[in-house]
């Protein structure tokens, strides 16, 4: 969790290295390591504690509904904090849910453990190439018969996890029916009018967050999954009135400059066929020699949908009916 050689600001004084479970510690190394854990935690008060009043009614309702008791005094917003922990949950699940038979590389110099692996009935070899004139580096993995269990892994455990949360976004979809224009794993965007049924937002863990507070989308367009793009009615804190999600494309200012909200509804529309962007420097590795290097890529952007039927007047309907 730390070490005396690189604390900085935030993880100044952790009581002792050696300790990386809090359960696991004896009961005065527990309590020397949460006296430190309360000084530096970061959760973020929400915007409506505003008051000495708020903050004390917000620790009270939410020791209520998850019987955690939060000291108000220590709450701060931290954003590097706040994603450092989301990476970490979300590792622990994908570690969870991780497949066993990894690609492996090995480096050799002794010809009999070279044509050992090549003649393997356990190993498939997906790639040699000589690193010099006395290394040769070989890709593969294990045949499917060999595949090598480990402790660390629970598909189970990985698909429950998924399964929950899909119940519960099907939950909200099942109410909204064709009001919805478009979900995620944990977000929905959809269409409202003036007594429509609207999903119900919270401050607690799994309830849904309002990510444009007073305020609403005027037009909404998306190109497939991972790949939408929405106009506000009004300006947002940041005084933009548009926002561009796409997967695999870096929207910097270059970029943006070819590829935004307009040109994008233009792709969906049909007025345009496909947009090419191109990063000048992307850094990337070079498989061969595996150097860090820096080249130019090309990224094309066009719809693609195909999880079902897409009409004419933008309407979606499973396949087969």
């Not at 390591?33 to 004390?56: A, I, P, V």
């Not at 979300?90 to 480096?107: A, M």
Request: proline letters at 4%; aromatic letters at 10%; a neutral charge.
């Amino acid at each position: 969790m730390n070490t005396k050689d690189n604390q900085n600001a935030i993880l100044q004084g952790l009581p002792d290295m050696k300790y990386y479970n809090p359960d696991g510690m004896k009961p005065d190394k527990r309590r020397e390591f949460m006296e430190w854990y309360n000084e530096h935690k970061s959760l973020g008060l929400l915007d409506w504690c505003k008051t000495e009043e708020d903050r004390q009614k917000y620790t009270e309702d939410y020791f209520e509904k998850e019987g955690i008791r939060l000291d108000a005094k220590n709450i701060n917003c931290n954003p590097g904090l706040r994603q450092l922990a989301k990476l970490m949950l979300n590792s622990f699940w994908g570690k969870f849910g991780q497949r066993l038979n990894l690609p492996r590389t090995t480096y050799l110099t002794d010809p009999s453990i070279y044509f050992d692996i090549l003649t393997s009935d356990s190993q498939e070899v997906q790639d040699v190439s000589f690193v010099t004139d006395d290394m040769v580096r070989i890709n593969w993995i294990n045949q499917s018969q060999f595949i090598e269990e480990t402790g660390r892994t629970n598909v189970v455990i990985a698909a429950y996890t998924t399964t929950q949360a899909r119940l519960q976004l099907y939950k909200y979809l099942e109410n909204l029916g064709d009001r919805a224009l478009y979900c995620d794993t944990d977000s929905i965007i959809f269409s409202s009018k003036p007594g429509d049924w609207r999903p119900i937002t919270g401050d607690y863990l799994g309830d849904l967050t309002d990510e444009t507070p007073n305020n609403n989308i005027d037009v909404f367009v998306s190109g497939g999954p991972k790949n939408y793009g929405y106009k506000l009615k009004n300006p947002d804190r940041d005084g933009n009135r548009t926002c561009c999600k796409i997967r695999g494309i870096t929207l910097n200012y270059k970029n943006a400059l070819e590829l935004n909200f307009d040109t994008m509804k233009d792709v969906v529309q049909g007025k345009t066929d496909k947009i090419t962007v191109t990063d000048d420097n992307k850094i990337c590795r070079e498989v061969k020699t595996t150097n860090i290097i820096t080249r130019a890529e090309d990224k094309t952007y066009r719809i693609v949908f195909d999880k079902r039927v897409l009409k004419k007047d933008y309407t979606t309907t499973p396949y087969g009916m």
